[in-house]
C-alpha cells in the first residue's frame, strides 16, 4: 500500500474496521461518486476521517476499481490510486514558484494527483488553514 502514499498508520485501514452503518453509508456513497466523481469526507478532528479514506481507497484497490500502477505507452508508470497529504502537496507546489534549477515543475507535481483514478487528499482544511488568510479554501 505504500506505493499508493497510504501512511504506513493506515496500510491495514480496512472497511470492517468500522460500525455496519458506516459500511452502508460508503457502499450507498460509491454509488454516487460513480456519478458525481468523489467524495469529502469531513468531520472533527480525530473521527477517523483519514482512517475511512484509506478503508476506501484500499477496498478499490483491491477490487481493481483503482488498479496497480500501469505501464503507458510513453514508458513511465501511471498510479490508478492515490493519497496525498493536502500540507505536502501545497507546500511541493508553492515551491514549484521559485525558479530553482532541479525543482520538480508545478506540471510534475500536480500530473500524479490529476491521472489518479481514485485520489485520498487528507487534510486539507488543515492544509489551507496554516496558509493564511490568502487561501481561497481556508476556513475559519
Not at 493506515?10 to 454509488?31: I, Y
Amino acid at each position: 500500500m505504500s506505493s499508493y502514499g497510504i501512511p504506513p498508520r493506515f496500510q491495514a485501514a480496512a472497511l470492517a474496521d468500522f460500525p455496519e452503518a458506516v459500511r452502508r453509508a460508503v457502499g450507498d456513497a460509491a454509488e454516487v461518486a460513480g456519478e458525481c466523481g468523489g467524495y469529502y469526507i469531513h468531520g472533527p478532528v480525530g473521527t477517523g476521517k483519514t482512517h475511512l479514506a484509506c478503508a476506501i481507497l484500499r477496498e478499490w484497490i483491491e477490487r481493481g476499481v483503482a488498479s496497480v500502477t500501469t505501464s503507458t505507452r510513453f514508458g513511465y508508470s501511471e498510479t490508478r490510486a492515490l493519497f496525498a497529504h493536502a500540507g505536502s502537496f501545497l507546500a511541493a507546489l508553492q515551491r514549484t514558484f521559485r525558479a530553482v534549477p532541479g525543482q520538480p515543475s508545478e506540471a510534475a507535481i500536480v500530473l500524479p494527483l490529476r491521472r489518479a483514478r481514485a485520489l485520498a487528499l487528507d487534510d486539507l482544511r488543515a492544509a489551507c488553514n496554516r496558509l493564511g488568510p490568502g487561501c481561497a479554501w481556508r476556513v475559519g
